[in-house]
């Protein structure tokens, strides 16, 4: 039973219609008034790319309202809800190593996280790293695939590697995949609404995967499961998927 606001751990985030300096305050009052809450925990911006004011909030959107982002201004409007006390802690999400070093270079609080998509068939070794060298904590998103979404796929839960691990584990390959996740330093993200496997996914702790298993799952091909096509277009700021990822693929 939670007694107390400082039991949870509450984050959202800044939406691309809304990566615009003069909407990023005005988007955290109306969640923090939607939640019923005074202050965020952790405010993310979701994707290193504006849309126009009026975009969709469903996936997919009409690409003609896609925009660059004004990185050095929205993140000062960020760092203001931090001042403002409505956010103990801002980030972003789905950043790569290059987009970093560009908030980073007139950034006056440096992002508290990134969250990106991440599991044992797209490791994000550099991004990882360039991270860790920064402060810059890493929460993984999807490590279990999210087979049946629009950015997901059943190429986790479908690798015979991890199968083979988990059945020699006597663990499940859910567990295999979060157990590695957490050994990485990574805080994991993993949403179900079955209760077993609700249960199945808090059971990583107390055992732990040997050297041998960890270089079996180092050595897993690499694959970015979601290109995130729906933000690639001609006319817009992101014309390939490379220059979305920065050569992160």
Not at 72 to 96: D, P, Q, R, Y
Request: glycine content about 6%; charged content about 25%.
């Amino acid at each position: 039973m939670i007694e107390s606001r400082g039991e949870l751990f509450v984050t959202s985030k800044l939406w691309c219609s809304d990566v615009h300096p003069h909407r990023v305050l005005p988007a955290l009052q109306d969640t923090l008034q939607k939640l019923g809450l005074e202050y965020l925990d952790l405010y993310l911006i979701h994707h290193p790319v504006s849309m126009k004011p009026a975009g969709s909030f469903v996936l997919p959107f009409n690409k003609s309202d896609l925009l660059p982002m004004d990185f050095k201004s929205v993140w000062e409007a960020m760092e203001e809800c931090h001042k403002l006390g409505l956010t103990k802690n801002i980030g972003v999400s789905n950043f790569s190593v290059k987009k970093l070093q560009q908030l980073l270079l007139t950034a006056k609080i440096h992002p508290a996280v990134n969250q990106v998509k991440m599991s044992p068939l797209w490791q994000q070794k550099k991004l990882r790293k360039f991270c860790e060298e920064k402060g810059i904590h890493v929460t993984a998103y999807s490590p279990l695939g999210a087979k049946g979404t629009l950015w997901g796929t059943d190429q986790v839960m479908e690798c015979e590697i991890l199968k083979e691990i988990a059945k020699a584990k006597g663990k499940t390959l859910a567990q295999v995949c979060l157990r590695w996740v957490y050994e990485q330093g990574v805080s994991v993200l993993v949403k179900s609404f079955n209760e077993e496997r609700m249960r199945e996914n808090l059971d990583i702790f107390g055992w732990k995967l040997s050297s041998e298993e960890s270089q079996k799952i180092d050595q897993i091909p690499q694959r970015r499961a979601y290109v995130g096509l729906v933000f690639v277009s001609d006319a817009g700021p992101f014309k390939s998927v490379e220059e979305l990822w920065d050569g992160e693929i």
